[in-house]
T-cell receptor, first 117, second 113 residues
Framework: GAVVSQHPSRVICKSGTSVKIECRSL??????MFWYRQFPKQSLMLMAT?????????EQGVEKDKFLINHASLTLSTLTVTSAHPEDSSFYIC????FGTGTYEQYFGPGTRLTVT | GENVEQHPSTLSVQEGDSAVIKCTYS??????FPWYKQELGKGPQLIID?????GEKKDQRIAVTLNKTAKHFSLHITETQPEDSAVYFC????????????FGKGTKLTVNP
């Protein structure tokens, strides 16, 4: 149980275009999903917290107009990188917390490798 | 805000030996401390966690200890195997508060056969 998927696993796009990444909880409902960014050989940095049906909360220094987050249902959150640039190339990982269980665990997706050329 | 320090950054052991990774945190309100294993190109996988009302937790070859007074917690892996080789991250969060995980910088563990 508690499986989180991400799509796509890898994406290459040209500078100036937008890319959408999906995060799905496959066998549970997630009221809260988190989006992280990880550069090579570095730790995970939280970008934003998304709650189903409400606006995402962004961490300091993360541009909300550049990284659009939509948590439209209890099983799906999307991250759209708008007007991508090479410096946005990174490993993007989502996580999800299960609704209503009172547990603390966050279950992570397998990540999406974004390369902007 | 919370700050988590993790040591060592790299650790190399022989198969069968034990490995210990240590983390310290700064926010006394933190009450949940998970450990994650991340293999190359994959997302983090929760391997064990501990809450602040518990001092130690064990799951087969893996154990975690927590010292709230000193604000540090440690991961212990016994009888290491080559498949334990990965990057391990500790994290801390305040459940009932912001609930955001703050990660340490990671430890690259290499288990030599």
């Amino acid at each position: 149980g508690a499986v989180v998927s991400q799509h796509p696993s890898r994406v290459i796009c040209k500078s100036g275009t937008s890319v959408k990444i999906e995060c799905r909880s496959l066998d549970f409902q997630a009221t809260t999903m988190f989006w992280y960014r990880q550069f090579p050989k570095q730790s995970l940095m939280l970008m934003a917290t998304s709650n189903e049906g409400s606006k995402a909360t962004y961490e300091q220094g993360v541009e909300k107009d550049k990284f659009l987050i939509n948590h439209a249902s209890l099983t799906l959150s999307t991250l759209t990188v708008t007007s991508a640039h090479p410096e946005d190339s990174s490993f993007y990982i989502c996580s999800a917390r299960e609704f209503g269980t009172g547990t603390y665990e966050q279950y992570f997706g397998p990540g999406t490798r974004l390369t902007v050329t | 805000g919370e700050n988590v320090e993790q040591h060592p950054s790299t650790l190399s052991v022989q198969e069968g030996d034990s490995a210990v990774i240590k983390c310290t945190y700064s926010d006394s309100a933190s009450n949940y401390f998970p450990w994650y294993k991340q293999e190359l190109g994959k997302g983090p996988q929760l391997i064990i966690d501990i809450r602040s009302n518990v001092g130690e937790k064990k799951d087969q070859r893996i154990a975690v200890t927590l010292n709230k007074t000193a604000k540090h917690f440690s991961l212990h892996i016994t009888e290491t195997q080559p498949e334990d080789s990965a990057v391990y991250f500790c994290a801390a969060s305040t459940q009932g508060g912001s609930e955001k995980l703050v990660f340490g910088k990671g430890t690259k563990l290499t288990v030599n056969p």
